[in-house]
């Protein structure tokens, strides 16, 4: 099992920046990790995702050149950072790990944090 404990969100005003982080307890490079997020009446949805060495990452088409996922094993940390933000960047954002070595759906993460809110004004 691993336990996942975020931080790091919080409010910014549109293209400001923020790095969240999450940090995993147990064998953390066993996991493939992914930060989702989730607005208010929407359906969560993978924001990006990285596989067990990091050295393979994959965006949403929405963050693509704005986001960037790293991960250090030896940390047992994977972080998101995000530049340029937007207000439709708004949401809970998660980060989740997957036992499967390359994790498709949302379905293949078994293990979620709790979540932190971020909030970009216009």
């Known amino acids: 099992q691993v336990q996942l404990v975020e931080s790091g969100g919080g409010s910014v005003q549109a293209g400001g920046s923020l790095r969240l982080s999450c940090a995993a307890s147990?064998?953390?490079?066993?996991?493939?990790m992914g930060w989702f997020r989730q607005a208010p009446g929407k359906e969560r949805e993978l924001v990006s995702a990285?596989?067990?060495?990091?050295?393979?990452?994959d965006y949403a088409d929405s963050v693509k050149g704005r986001f960037t996922i790293s991960r250090v094993n030896a940390k047992n940390t994977v972080y998101l950072q995000m530049n340029s933000l937007k207000p439709e960047d708004t949401a809970v954002y998660y980060c989740?790990?997957?036992?499967?070595?390359?994790?498709?759906?949302?379905?293949?993460?078994?293990?979620w944090g709790q979540g932190t809110q971020v909030t970009v004004s216009s």
């Open positions: 989740a790990a997957s036992a499967v070595v390359v994790p498709r759906t949302l379905r293949d993460y078994a293990y």
């Open positions: 147990g064998r953390f490079s066993a996991y493939a």
């Open positions: 990285i596989n067990r060495s990091g050295a393979n990452t």
